[in-house]
């Protein structure tokens, strides 16, 4: 009987396995072999420190035998560590200079030993000490500014006329009976009195690096004729400004194009007696601060305003008269302006610059630098802080414009003769 063609192929593939397996073990089993060898030294081996345990890491640090007794090797780690102390030392030091340069504070000046040479005891009040008449006008004659470079101003300052200079050493002085104070305009003495109007910070570059401080004053008794020219800007027929008006004229005096039309006016027909007080906040030279200043009258004399003014230089003398303010900054003796000196700007009736430098480390002594007797060249650097689309410091403009609307809001006269 034949068999069926199914049982025929199964038995034949049967047959076929069975021949090829004595083959396949025979290439197998030495595999097998070693990798059971392999996994059996695993088992047997000690185990090894795990990667930054702490027997790793006393095998890594551990001194080496020979370095354990030699003296050169200690000695190094001594003169290391003691150069690392140094370097410490050093950089502590440093350090606190230049936190005490930074943040440089005021002395004391206590009255401790004055009153302990005294004899007299000393008594404990519960409550301060009240303020002194000197320490309340001190404070009262003192105006923030805003930096701790100059952190103040004063708020009156005392001018002498370029005559009364001159002829101060050689005239006596009429002595004024006790408690008589000297008028504001003062004859005898040829000194002026003048006023803050508005101050601020002149700062450059994004960074606002402040350069220095700057107010202007004005003339005590000159107040009166600046009050009743703002009033006549808004008012022909008034004598002070109600709100309303007020913000008329501050709008007026922040205004890109009219402020250096009003100011322009008023500088130039007014004969207001005004003074630019400036001090540094850092150390700088006169070449800085007059390159700094022409840079200004020039921007100002090509503006529209003063451009399309034909009376304004019929003659072609103002570049004669802007280099004769260009000397008054020259010489070999005035490359310096130390940090806290003042230079004084003044302004007389007619329009003529005067420029001043008073040393305060010498009582404050005024030395007069020279003088440019054409009004356009103080008109135009006036002009570079008060009026126009960009103005050297424009919170020095704002603090004039509050300090012109305050003033226009009293009646004309009476800011003179206030009590501060």
């Known amino acids: ?41 695993s088992y047997s081996a000690p185990a090894s420190p795990a990667y930054c345990s702490g027997e790793e890491l006393k095998r890594r640090h551990q001194s080496k035998p020979a370095d354990d007794g030699d003296p050169k090797f200690e000695r190094a780690q001594t003169m290391k560590r003691m150069r690392y102390s140094a370097f410490g030392i050093a950089f502590c030091a440093v350090a606190m200079y230049g936190a005490i340069q930074a943040y440089d504070l005021p002395i004391a000046t206590g009255t401790s030993k004055s009153s302990s040479s005294s004899g007299g005891s000393v008594t404990h009040n519960d409550g301060p000490a009240p303020p002194s008449p000197d320490n309340v006008m001190q404070q009262a004659e003192l105006v923030p500014t805003g930096t701790t470079s100059v952190p103040f101003f004063p708020r009156t300052i005392e001018l002498s006329s370029p005559a009364a200079t001159s002829t101060s050493q050689t005239t006596p002085q009429p002595s004024l009976p006790a408690g ?9 003495t040829g000194s002026t009195e003048y006023q803050l109007l508005g101050l601020g910070i002149r700062t450059v ?5 402040q350069v ?10 000159d107040i009166a004729k600046l009050q009743e020219r703002l009033i006549r800007t808004i008012d022909p027929v008034a004598t002070t400004l109600v709100p309303g008006e007020k913000d008329q004229l501050r709008s007026l005096l922040l205004d890109p194009t009219r402020s250096e039309e009003v100011w322009n006016t008023l500088l130039r027909e007014a004969g207001i007696r005004t003074a630019l007080r400036i001090v540094p906040t850092r150390n700088t030279d ?33 570049g004669k008269s802007l280099n004769d303010f260009k000397s008054v900054f020259g010489g070999a003796s005035r490359k310096k302006l130390p940090f806290g000196h003042t230079l004084l700007l003044e302004r007389d009736v007619q329009g003529g610059l005067r420029v001043v430098c008073e040393d305060s480390k010498h009582d404050n002594a005024r030395e007069v630098m020279g003088a440019v007797a054409d009004e356009r060249v103080a008109r135009l650097l006036w002009l570079c802080y008060l ?7 424009e919170e020095a403009r704002r603090s004039v414009v509050e300090g012109c609307v305050e003033w226009t809001g009293r009646p004309v006269g009476t800011v003179a003769t206030q009590v501060v």
């Not at 047959?15 to 025979?26: D, F, I, K, Q, Y």
């Not at 570059?205 to 690096?209: E, K, T, Y």
Request: hydrophobic share 40%; net charge positive.
């Open 205 to 209: 570059s994004f960074l606002s690096i």
């Open 1 to 41: 009987m034949k068999p069926s063609p199914i049982r025929f192929l199964v038995s034949r593939h049967l047959c076929v396995c069975r021949s090829h397996l004595p083959a396949t073990a025979a290439r197998v089993q030495p595999f097998l072999r070693l990798s059971l060898a392999r996994r059996n030294a």
């Open 180 to 188: 008589t104070v000297r008028p504001n305009d003062d004859p005898a």
């Open 387 to 393: 009026g126009g689309k960009n103005v050297s410091s």
């Open 212 to 221: 220095y401080v700057v107010g202007l004053y004005i003339a005590t008794p």
């Open 286 to 318: 006169f070449m800085h601060m007059r390159d700094g200043f022409v840079r200004g009258i020039t921007a100002r004399a090509s503006s529209p305003l003063i451009a399309q003014d034909s009376q304004f230089d019929p003659n072609g003398t103002f």
